[in-house]
């Protein structure tokens, strides 16, 4: 409490009115209430006075909603679908800004969609280049003309608003389609994956339609096989003869102590459908060879080679030749691994490296020469890295580079690889069946180390 100058008691704040509002006082002493009731009677300061004038000028001088859209619409270009479908097949990029429930309804296939509250937050990541012309849309043509503003405010020198927005679009007969949409548990499952540009709600349908047949369910095929589950491939074949031993769970992560003795093909359908049950899992228990592989291998969009030894690793080679399939390939031997990916006639085969597998003295078996658990963690996921940018189309993959890692150094370093002109499998006078083909079973050596 403060004393005023005639002595009544008084908290600072009113002791702050009467100082700007009170009169003196005094003769005699006066209350709280006298102070507040003088200051209630004291006319505004004029400084007070003209601030609040400036807000109500403000407020009668701001434009409408109506006056704002004007405003906006002829300081933004606009054209119509049809002229949005020829500037589209000039290298125009359309980019769709209405909310997800709009987009279930309807889309124009190839858009970029990025809802108006995400567009200035991500619309740099998903067209970087600032001269590439854009045309947004949304529902009706209203939203966009907002959106086209403020791409232009950021930079982006090429920028148009679809008149009559996605229905203007159907309504001229242009092509659309309703999206097979992901259910709302899996769109909380998949949620990080669908903030990214490059994989989005299309991606993630992408891996939910793809399938990935994992040759062997061991140290590689285990980490690769969880990974892929987890992103959401949709159908995991899996291909292994093997029942879980206990020497296997030193490195093969997707197999547990309860599960010793179990089928290796069913301990993993166990461990993938625990952790996604978005996922198909196809078992094949059985030994890959001639007379089954091609039938195996023509049911699924990439093979992920997760083997051990150079039998199977020449099979899956030649079948994928054979049958146009990608070979994601993976190989590690005690502290060293590589990763590498075989396209048919894109790159160089498995063949085109090592035409003939080495001497078996050469060789030896993990279960001889070892392995440190954690090293196919590393190269199993590189490998389940790769399938997933061949699934989504996006990225570089490992065509025509081996990627090596030496674990011991913590040193990854990349070989460039060509093919061979002369290559039995891929080159001129190639085979057109595997029949004539001998196959021996070698240990599982990495092929870099084999040949030195």
Known sequence: MELIPDGTRI??????????????????????????????????????????????????????????????????REVDARESARLREQGAILVDIREQDEVDQGIIPGAVHIPRGFLEMRIEEAVRDRDTPLI????????????????????????????????????????????????????????????????????QRKLLDAKVLLVGAGGLGSPAALYLAAAGVGTLGIVDADIVDES?????????????????????RVAIEALNPDVNVVKHETRLDQSNVLDIFAGYDVILDGTDNFATRYLINDACVLLDKPNVHGSIFRFEGQATTFIA????????????????????????????????????????????????????????????????????????????????????????????????????????????
């Open 248 to 268: 296997n769970l030193q490195r093969q992560v997707v197999h547990t102590t309860d599960r010793v003795g179990m089928p290796k093909v069913e301990s993993a």
């Open 345 to 452: 006639h894109e790159g160089p085969c498995y063949r085109c490296l090592f035409p003939t597998p080495p001497p078996p003295e050469l060789a030896p078996s993990c279960a001889e020469a070892g392995v440190l658990g954690l090293l196919p963690g590393t190269v199993g996921i590189i490998q389940a890295t790769e399938t997933a940018k061949l699934i989504l189309g996006i990225g570089e993959p490992l065509v025509g580079r081996l990627l090596t890692y030496d674990a011991l150094e913590m040193e990854f370093r990349e070989l460039r690889l060509s093919r061979d002109p002369e290559c039995p499998m891929c080159g001129p006078g190639a085979p057109t069946s595997l029949d004539d083909i001998e196959y021996t079973d070698v240990g599982c050596l990495i092929p870099a180390l084999a040949v030195h």
């Open 136 to 203: 947004v849309y949304c529902a009706g043509g209203v939203r966009s003309i907002f959106g086209a503003e403020a791409l232009s405010d950021l930079g982006y020198r090429d920028v148009a608003s679809m008149a009559g927005g996605f229905g203007g679009w159907k309504a001229s007969g242009l092509p659309w389609r309703v999206p097979q949409t992901l259910t709302s548990d899996q769109r909380r499952r998949y949620s990080r994956h669908l903030l990214i540009p490059e994989v989005g709600e299309d991606g």
């Open 11 to 76: 908290g600072r704040a009113k002791r702050s009115l009467y100082e700007r509002g009170g009169t003196r006082r005094t003769q005699h002493r006066v209350s709280g209430d006298d102070v507040d009731e003088n200051w209630r009677r004291k006319p505004m300061r004029p400084k007070l006075d003209l601030e609040l004038k400036n807000i109500i000028d403000l407020e009668r001088n701001m434009p409408t909603y109506q006056e704002m859209l004007e405003q906006k619409r002829a300081s933004v």
